[in-house]
């Protein structure tokens, strides 16, 4: 269960702009999306103020290996080039509602208050020794609270 919490978050940093930007309307070298890659778990995590060294690649890469199969990430290049890879958004939308759609996490988190799925991450900081999220009488509670929001997946229908 826990990974469907982990993939939750994961899933909802695809849709942030600034994962977009990253790519933006251009190709990028392989190496650079090696790099945006690596840093896709710590960025999801980190908006909740927890900390990740290489935790959670494996599900990074399950996602990117299905955004590159059903043409979300589109891959040219050869011998003489190198390897270079295209966000195609609306794509990469469409897949992520649909993992987003069959995800048990998601689904539950739908239905129950924000506190739930801070409960959720509290509880796999805890399981996997990870830094935890910021107490209550935090000054950046308000802050939080904002982005737990944000977390909660968005009405699919309008994607």
């Known amino acids: 269960m826990k990974e469907s919490y982990v993939k939750h978050v994961i899933l909802h940093h695809f ?3 600034n994962f977009n930007a990253q ?3 251009k190709w990028i070298p392989s190496d650079e999306l090696s790099t945006i890659r690596s840093q896709i778990a710590q960025k999801a995590f980190a908006v909740y103020g927890i900390k990740l060294d290489t935790q959670y ?3 990074v890469d399950e996602i990117f290996a299905l955004l590159h199969k059903d043409k979300g ?3 040219r290049g050869d011998d003489y080039t190198g390897s270079w890879y295209h966000l195609n958004n609306s794509k990469k939308n469409e897949i992520v509602k649909q ?3 069959e995800n048990p996490a998601s689904k539950t988190i739908n239905i129950l208050p924000e506190a739930a799925f ?3 991450l509290r509880q796999i900081a805890k399981e996997d020794n990870l830094n935890p999220l910021h107490d209550n009488d935090s000054e950046d509670t308000d802050e939080n609270a904002d982005l737990a929001d944000s977390m909660v997946t968005p ?3 309008d994607l």
Do not use: M, P, R
Request: aromatic share 10%; glycine share 10%.
């Open 73 to 75: 990430i589109h891959h």
């Open 118 to 120: 801070e409960n959720a």
């Open 99 to 101: 993992l987003l759609s």
């Open 15 to 17: 849709y942030d702009g």
């Open 155 to 157: 009405d699919l229908t």
């Open 23 to 25: 790519f933006g309307d």
């Open 57 to 59: 690649q494996d599900i």
